[in-house]
């Protein structure tokens, strides 16, 4: 009787595990995200591919570049006493020459952490952060203005 209650234990327990990792959605368009999710994309952004993680979520999606910098100012409109000194999103195409190779590899890193891969990543990408709560709530986004290719991660506390 005792192994049958531990084999049921050790069961559920990893019914546990495996529900709770990362899961993923993908959606067209902008207008097929549920009302109620906390993803957030410019209302035209296409090819949308999300992962859920705990208290955080990446998202790719394809949107060109004055799509993404008009949402991004409109949600840092949302909190403009703690989006009022944005950095600039060409902030690595304008790094000092002799930080440059740094600063890309840090980025790199920073990218491939976050959206859980280096592919896409380039140089030239132009970077967006909203601030989302002073609690640490922050998303970023990095934009590919060549392709459109958006990477999305947001962290919610």
């Known amino acids: 009787m005792r192994h049958h209650i531990v084999f049921a234990l050790i069961g559920c327990l990893l019914l546990l595990v495996v529900g ?3 899961s993923a959605e993908s959606f067209d368009t902008a207008s097929s995200i549920p009302a109620n999710s906390i993803v957030e994309v410019p209302s035209n952004a296409t090819q949308i591919s999300v992962t859920y993680g705990s208290g955080q979520h990446s998202a790719t999606f394809t949107a060109d570049t004055s799509d993404v910098e008009s949402w991004v ?12 000194n944005p950095p600039s ?3 690595l195409a304008d790094a000092n020459e002799y930080l440059k190779p740094t600063l ?22 132009l970077k967006f952060i909203i601030v989302r709560s002073a609690r640490g709530g922050v998303t970023t986004v990095w934009h590919d203005p060549d392709k459109s290719h958006n990477y999305l991660w947001a962290v919610y506390k």
């Open 20 to 22: 709770c990792g990362a």
């Open 73 to 84: 100012a409109s949600l840092r409109k949302l909190k403009p006493e703690l989006n009022s």
């Open 89 to 91: 999103p060409l902030w």
């Open 104 to 125: 890309i590899a840090d980025e790199r890193d920073t990218f491939s952490l976050r959206i859980g891969s280096p592919n896409g990543f380039t140089e030239h990408m």
